[in-house]
């Protein structure tokens, strides 16, 4: 099910990010754009995750073949 569908690793992207990472960015120091480092992060993140989303989606055959059967339909 998931042999032809390898663009989904980077759904693993967020997750890296927000939890496996969570050791490397927990603290005050230093503060950038005003912020605490730790919100700093957890923002970035944030802002990261639908580049992430948006990349598992444009090369998985199924979402490809679901919007091309949209299309088809709308005409």
């Given at each position: 099910?998931?042999?032809?569908?390898?663009?989904?690793?980077?759904?693993?992207?967020?997750?890296?990010?927000?939890?496996?990472?969570?050791?490397?960015?927990?603290r005050i120091e230093p503060v950038i754009?005003?912020?605490?480092?730790?919100?700093?992060?957890?923002?970035?993140?944030?802002?990261?995750?639908?580049?992430?989303?948006?990349?598992?989606?444009?090369?998985?055959?199924?979402?490809?073949?679901?919007?091309?059967?949209?299309?088809?339909?709308?005409?």
């Amino acid at each position: 099910m998931f042999r032809n569908r390898r663009s989904l690793w980077w759904l693993l992207g967020p997750v890296v990010l927000y939890v496996v990472a969570l050791p490397l960015y927990n603290r005050i120091e230093p503060v950038i754009l005003g912020l605490p480092f730790f919100m700093f992060w957890t923002l970035l993140a944030t802002l990261l995750t639908p580049g992430f989303i948006w990349l598992a989606a444009r090369k998985d055959p199924l979402w490809i073949a679901d919007r091309e059967r949209a299309k088809g339909d709308a005409e």
